[in-house]
């Protein structure tokens, strides 16, 4: 043996202060990735593939949902619901706005993926998609605006997820969803 590991004043490599634990350092790879796309292939393409990811993570979500509630459909106050309760879920602090028939509004005051979102405005499309897919499956539409998010620096996000095409809808920007027919 080495006469470094006989030394009593060693600390053991367990006990060291290392800040890696299994949720940073997933947070971690997934702000890497999404600064490694956003870098070679541009915002918009980063969040392309991001959304795709996002869309199927929400197609599972929403059959999750659906299956544990025992409902075919979601009704609207449900979709709200289940939108705040996936976020806290996994950290996030979202919270219902408001809400109507055309139109449920989301605030929030921290990021599931923590500082990581910082400066990684791709990221918010695992949102916008989630979001989206379990809306537009049940309700048969939803347009997602981020108006705020934490990426780009705002204190908070707010989202808006709009559930009929109208005048409103058409105006803002965002993406839109339609229910899948699979």
């Not at 949720?23 to 490694?36: I, K, M």
């Amino acid at each position: 043996m080495a006469a470094f590991d006989s030394d009593p004043r060693r600390i053991p490599i367990t006990e060291l202060e290392i800040p890696l634990e299994r949720d940073l350092f997933l947070r971690n790879l997934v702000r890497e990735l999404s600064g490694v796309l956003e870098d070679v292939v541009g915002l918009e393409e980063a969040s392309g593939f991001i959304s795709i990811v996002g869309q199927n993570i929400g197609n599972q979500m929403d059959l999750d949902y659906k299956k544990a509630l025992g409902v075919s459909n979601l009704t609207r106050p449900q979709v709200a619901e289940v939108l705040v309760d996936l976020k806290d879920r996994i950290k996030g602090d979202f919270y219902i706005i408001e809400q109507s028939d055309d139109r449920i509004v989301l605030g929030n005051r921290a990021c599931p993926f923590a500082e990581q979102v910082i400066g990684r405005s791709s990221m918010c499309m695992m949102t916008s998609n989630v979001f989206g897919i379990i809306a537009s499956q049940s309700l048969g539409y939803a347009k997602v605006s981020l108006e705020e998010t934490i990426a780009r620096g705002d204190p908070g996000c707010r989202v808006v997820v709009h559930l009929q095409p109208n005048a409103e809808s058409e105006a803002a920007s965002g993406h839109e969803y339609f229910k899948s027919e699979a």
